[in-house]
């Protein structure tokens, strides 16, 4: 894993725009690269092609697209940019969110009508930190779909992607000049191809122990559930060029991940005025700020766990998600016609739970802001049956990485582009800021999706321009 000398790269072969992963970001990269004109390799380390959008939801928040306004809805870029702005409290790259959020509809508009991705708005709640319904997934609302529909459209458009091709080293110029990416092959066999532009599309620093213990003690110890082939090999390489990094504090959590299933659990339980208790049956948190936050409150509970508490009502709005049809489908899902029986099932102290459950029905009547500064004014009681799912904290994927222009190239300290490489997604600075606080829900794929858009339109001008 090097940056060495151009002089040094011996390659027989040669495409204009080399792409670096095959997960959301770099295959829509190579969609919109191809588009504008140019050859396309796509290197992936796996042996098939997944990332962590295939492990993902695969839902993408987008504002002012035809699926929001058949239902109705007005949002707009300038409202999205807002509630990005928001849970990033002012500390992530303004230029970025706005471009971010201006490309966001169009680029769920384009994949859905040129490229066949089957996108539904998701209805019935709301995400934490969204003004409005906008979050677009495929039917069943997985990852496996979004990434499946992507591969598709890429092979209907002559995109040659390698897997198992984990590469290893770049070769460039004095100036950053990136010119031949080596790889290397199963077999230990490697390979040198030459190329006029390089996307960055290889996630970030989830799946290398050491930078996630560097960057983010408080979540090193939670389990990782992203794409362990994501190493953080774009930090690596980009730092040897000379690129500037940032936010590599920042990570992307969840805090229910249904145990031992390993399924998220959608948000929608929660935000619809569900609750969280730990082992003690005892809330600990304002459970709707953020998901990504949720992880580490979680882990500090006893035994690393708690429970998600709602009722059919709430779950009404999540059937048919792929990964919560699971969960009930394996016995997950604890019911009961009480709380108390519920407490019995969960194993924790009756008495506790209905406090609990008391006090939250108190709030919702009151108004009264929690001490969490959490507000359940206008939801309704829980009602039998009531149920329950025992979740923990995990990492799902980090959010520091390259720091990029509007272009997605990558740029310097000084603020100077790199001559030909570009990043987006998991590779390139989020949008959450400097910590697990800011992540707005859906920021990774909306980063993957917008950033490969236009870090594939760039890289295909930058080639031409070669
Ligand atoms: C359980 C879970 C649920 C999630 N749900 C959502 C959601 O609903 N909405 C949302 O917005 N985000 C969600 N996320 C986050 C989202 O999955 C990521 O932000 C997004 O997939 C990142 O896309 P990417 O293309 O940048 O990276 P990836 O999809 O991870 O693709 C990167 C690819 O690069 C490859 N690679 C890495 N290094 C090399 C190398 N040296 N050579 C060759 N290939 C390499 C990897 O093998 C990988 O295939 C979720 C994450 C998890 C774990």
């Known amino acids: 894993m090097a940056v060495l000398p151009a002089a040094e790269a011996r390659f027989e072969y040669s495409v204009p725009v080399v792409i670096i992963g095959a997960g959301a970001c770099g295959l829509t990269a190579a969609l919109a690269a191809r588009e504008a004109g140019a050859e396309v390799l796509v290197l992936e380390r796996g042996a098939k092609p997944a990332g962590s959008t295939a492990l993902s939801t695969g839902l993408i928040p987008a504002a002012g697209t035809r699926f929001q306004r058949a239902l109705g809805i007005e949002d707009s870029p300038e409202l999205l940019a807002a509630d990005i702005w928001r849970k990033a409290k002012g500390a992530t790259d303004r230029a970025i969110v706005d471009a971010v ?49 992507l591969l598709a459209a890429a092979a209907r458009l002559g995109v040659d992607i390698v897997s198992s091709a984990v590469a290893t080293d770049l070769y460039a110029q004095g100036d950053g000049r990136v010119v031949a990416v080596g790889f290397s092959r199963p077999d230990g066999a490697t390979e040198i191809v030459g190329c006029d532009a390089l996307v960055l599309a290889c996630c970030g620093f989830g799946g290398n122990k050491e930078m996630v213990r560097e960057h983010i003690p408080e979540i090193a110890d939670a389990e990782f559930w992203g794409h362990v082939g994501n190493k953080g090999d774009a ?97 997950g899902v604890r019911r009961a016609e009480s709380i108390r029986a519920l407490a019995a099932l969960m194993g924790v102290p009756a008495e506790a739970l209905e406090r609990t459950n008391a006090e939250v029905d108190e709030l919702r009547a009151s108004g009264r802001e929690d001490r969490w500064g959490r507000k359940l004014a206008g939801t309704a009681p829980l009602g039998a049956p009531f149920c329950a799912i025992k979740v923990t904290g995990a990492l799902f994927h980090t959010q520091g990485g390259l720091v990029i222009d509007p272009g997605a190239a990558v740029l310097r300290p000084d603020g100077s582009r790199l001559p030909n490489l570009f990043a987006g997604g998991g590779a390139a600075r989020g949008l959450s800021g400097p910590s697990n606080w800011g992540y707005f829900s859906g920021g990774g794929l909306l980063t993957a999706t917008t950033l490969g858009f236009i870090a594939g339109e760039s890289a295909a001008r930058c080639a031409k321009r070669a």
């Open 235 to 331: 930090i690596r390489w980009g730092t040897a060029l000379g690129a500037a990094v940032a936010d590599l504090g920042s990570y992307q959590g969840h805090g229910a991940v249904a145990t031992p299933y390993g399924n998220p659990v959608n948000w929608g339980l929660l935000t619809n005025g569900g609750y969280q208790v730990n082992t003690l049956g005892a809330r600990f948190s304002n459970e709707v700020r953020g998901y990504s936050e949720q992880a580490v409150e979680v882990i500090a509970q006893p035994g690393r766990v708690a429970w998600d508490v709602f009722d059919e009502t709430r779950e009404r709005p999540i059937l048919g998600f792929a990964d919560y049809d699971e969960i009930r489908s394996l016995g």
């Open 101 to 149: 959020a201006r490309a966001s509809g169009p680029t769920i508009e384009w994949l859905a009508d040129r490229h066949g991705v089957a996108f539904k708005l998701v209805e019935g709640f709301l995400y934490p930190g969204h003004s409005v319904l906008r979050m677009h997934g495929t039917p069943h609302r997985t990852g496996e779909e979004l990434e499946s529909a």
